[in-house]
């Protein structure tokens, strides 16, 4: 990105009716930001090549507003750039150079958008207070700065960052087919590893085929891991899968009913020594 001062002689100004935030766009917290919608494309330095364009975008700036700065290629889908600026009371630009384009027209376009500006540096800041700063999630993290949880997965990008060390770009950290705030705030896995309580069956797989505890290796207590009993045909979330009284851990036959031996011979016979 590249800051430098326009001069009427030099610009090309195309002013566009940029699609307001909503459907597409990111849901930004409140109070709603304000898009500016001029956009300046400076003619090509070497004539030569008309494809290549430098790219500069002037607006009124605001001394109460901080801006985070948007580019696009189809007018559609948006990305940040590096820089968060501090407004004031002039006219402020931005732009960046050597922009490739087709039949000499700006292959990309700017905008600002303004928010209510907080106490300090604005890369310090916390516009969508989701523990991490402005200047983190533009030139780290890759986050939207503007919205807490980028990836929507019920975890702030912040918590994810700090807490739980993972992805906040990623739903799912660990493509195990959970979801890492399903993972956190529902079966207290780990959104990290596949297989959080090591029982040899992956999270997501126990939790949306077996119905088992991601984060226990012996979902029904009966004394035998989960994959052994997927490998024996006993069931992971029935201690007694035969239904004869007697759990799977000490029942010989653990999926044939056997009526004739009664539990408490069973406990007798399978007592641990002394």
Known sequence: ????????????????????????????????????????????????????????????GDPDATYFLQASFDLEEWFYLPDVMAGVDDEMESGFENVTGENGSPAAFLRAIAVEA????????????????????????????????????????GDEVLSYLSDPLDSDSDGD??????????????????????????????????????????????????????TQGTSITNPDTDGDGLPDGIDPNPTTPDFTTSAATVLKVWAPLE
């Open 118 to 157: 907080e106490p300090g540096a604005p890369e310090d800041g916390d516009a969508d207070r989701d523990r991490l700063t402005n200047g983190l999630e533009l030139t780290t993290y890759e986050t939207d700065p503007l919205v807490d949880d980028t990836d929507d997965d019920g975890l702030l990008d």
């Open 1 to 60: 990105m590249k800051t430098r001062t326009a001069t009427s002689a030099t610009l090309a100004v195309l002013l566009l009716a940029l699609p307001p935030v909503g459907g597409a766009e990111p849901s930004y917290s409140d109070p709603q930001p304000r898009i500016e919608s001029e956009v300046v494309a400076i003619p090509p330095e070497d004539p030569a090549d008309p494809t290549v364009w430098d790219v500069l975008f002037t607006w009124q």
């Open 177 to 230: 087919g959970l979801g890492d705030g399903d993972e956190i705030l529902v079966h207290f896995s780990n959104p990290n590893a596949t297989d959080s309580d090591g029982d040899g069956i992956n999270d997501g797989v126990e939790v949306n085929t077996h119905g088992s505890d991601p984060a226990h290796t012996d979902t029904d207590g009966d004394g035998i891991s989960d994959d052994d009993e997927i």
